[in-house]
């Protein structure tokens, strides 16, 4: 038996009164957003926590090393947000006004050690639970943003390198900054919204000092830019910010770090999988490396394939043996890599390709294809959601198979930043479960459930046994066991009637069973739902 450990957040409602009041169960509560949306280690943030159906003296909870918030949230928040809008908001099917998300005060301690990257919070009350959302840790100077900058003229003075803090948070609003920079110096921007649960859509632009709009170098990482422009002078530069629609409010946060120092679009190789998929994600505040060299010459950087040059056809295939795992990319549009695998008859191999670091603009599609060139089988990532092209492969005679890695794009797009990993296996049984959500409420006396994903390999079939630890008095898990060739099964929480409030973090334990009802030893786990940095899962008892 293989454990797996997601921490689920899980609260439950009671019908009974409650400090904040008695529950009401149609009003979940949400959480829309912090702001700022991280700090500096070694400092103390005042923060406003945004949300819906939040009431006074709501619990606020923090996970993160070295992070720590008081207990309960503070008075509300009354923050100065220009431009107002010229009409009270309404929706347009049917006016009915628009109620923005209320602000809470709190403040969150960042230890001077406390680890760079992502902490999570959440919030609880009578009514449920919130969510986790991000809370970023960084290093630089912070700034944050005081209306009125809602024009040239009223433009806030920062000094790079820094990181700013700033809401969106009319539907006119535009932000400006003014900055210095010495003819020739590079400066970089790095902006984050949709990465910590924003729905901002980011424009950009920067003027120097005679009003010209400079060209930008840019890369998305989703939707979130991140550019680059040589100084044309010696002077001041100004930067503005807005969303792309009209559309505004608190929770339009953005946290943005602009210097000098090169930013890391990716890494190759990519290394340890997890190491990478860390570093990507705290990179926003804290990248520190070298980027991947471009034609404009000023990107500083070095690059290192692990893929050999001379794989790009048929007849110069990289010979594999499972278990492999390769790291390559489309550096041109008509780029393709290729790769022979000696199999014996009725031998099963398991492939998967996908793109690598998540940032990655690869979208792979892979092809067997037998000696004489006919294609066996094909499969490609936009056959699935999560941008994976998986195939399980039993070989129909002794022989060497060749593997043609391309991209879905093949023929018109390519470039350094189109990255994957192959991995190349023996096949054997398995399952991976996944938990569609990390929160769900509950009330007293009532249930819910949520769903739990399972992907099979290896001709596994069979059930799978699933057991809770660390559940609240009251509480238990209705369905504990995952039936046979089932893809998708719920998770179903029950409280007493007399169960307290509590905000748990769960243990869940699986193990795969054979048709005699014993332990087969098929691995089973449950990834995290949540972002890398964060709990796995939370039970909350609210």
Not at 53 to 59: E, F, G, Y
Not at 253 to 268: C, G, H, N, Q
Not at 293 to 312: F, L, P, T
Not at 335 to 359: M, N, R
Request: charged fraction near 20%; include cysteine; hydrophobic fraction near 40%.
């Amino acid at each position: 038996m293989r454990v797996f450990r997601p921490v689920l957040v899980l609260a439950f409602l009671f019908s009974a009164a409650t400090a904040w009041g008695q529950a009401v169960a149609s009003k979940e509560p949400s959480g829309t957003h912090i702001f700022p949306a991280g700090g500096r280690r070694g400092t103390v943030v005042p923060v406003r926590v945004g949300g819906e159906c939040l009431p006074p003296s709501a619990h606020f909870h923090v996970w993160g090393l070295g992070v720590t918030a008081p207990e309960l949230l503070g008075p509300r928040a009354k923050a100065r947000y220009e431009p107002s809008p010229s009409r009270i908001p309404a929706d347009a099917d049917n006016d009915v006004s628009i109620n923005y998300p209320k602000e809470w005060k709190s403040k969150i301690t960042i230890a001077a050690n406390a680890p760079l990257g992502v902490a999570r919070w959440r919030v609880t009350c009578g009514w449920g639970g919130t969510q986790p959302r991000p809370f970023i840790v960084g290093d630089l100077p912070e700034f944050v943003e005081s209306e009125p900058n809602s024009d040239p003229d009223h433009a806030e003075r920062i000094t790079l390198p820094i990181t700013v803090n700033g809401q969106i948070a009319g539907e006119r609003d535009i932000d400006f900054y003014v900055f210095h920079a010495e003819k020739g110096d590079v400066v970089v921007c790095d902006l984050l919204a949709a990465r910590i649960g924003s729905p901002l859509d980011p424009v950009l632009e920067v003027r120097d000092a005679n009003g010209r709009r400079l060209s930008l170098q840019e890369v998305r990482v989703g939707s979130d830019p991140v550019f680059a422009f040589r100084a044309n002078s010696s002077g001041d530069f100004m930067l503005n910010i807005a969303n792309v629609s009209f559309r505004g409010g608190p929770e339009f946060v953005y946290r943005m770090t602009i210097s000098k120092d090169p930013y890391v679009a990716f890494m190759l190789p990519t290394a340890n999988k997890d190491e990478v998929e860390n570093f990507a994600l705290t990179g926003g505040d804290d990248f520190r490396s070298w980027k991947e060299k471009r034609s404009s010459n000023w990107w500083r950087g070095a690059e290192a394939d692990v893929v050999a040059a001379q794989n790009r056809s048929a007849n110069r295939a990289m010979s594999l043996a499972a278990p492999a795992d390769v790291v390559g990319r489309f550096l041109t549009a008509d780029a393709e890599d290729w790769f022979s695998i000696g199999v014996k008859k009725g031998e099963s191999i398991s492939l998967t390709c996908q793109a690598f670091p998540a940032t990655s603009a690869a979208s792979p599609v892979m092809a067997i294809e037998d000696s004489a060139g006919r294609l066996l089988v094909r499969v490609s990532s936009a056959d699935s959601a999560n941008r994976t092209c998986g195939l399980e492969w039993k070989a129909p005679a002794d022989g060497v198979c060749q593997l043609r890695v391309s991209d879905l794009q093949h023929g018109t797009r390519g470039g350094p930043e189109f990255l994957y990993r192959l991995s190349v296996r023996p096949t054997r049984p398995s399952v991976a479960l996944t938990l569609a959500t990390d929160c769900v409420n509950v009330v007293q006396g009532g249930k819910a459930d949520l769903d739990l994903i399972v992907e099979r390999a290896g001709g596994f079939s069979g059930a799978i046994d699933l057991k809770a630890i660390d559940l609240p008095a009251g509480v238990r898990l209705e369905t504990t066991r995952v039936p046979e060739n089932v893809a998708r099964f719920k998770l179903v929480f029950a409280a007493a009637d007399d169960a307290r409030p509590a905000n748990a973090a769960l243990t869940i334990h699986g193990a795969a069973v054979g048709t005699a009802g014993k332990e087969t030893g098929v691995p089973a786990q449950v990834a995290r739902a949540t972002p890398v940095g964060g709990p796995e899962g939370v039970l909350a008892v609210a």
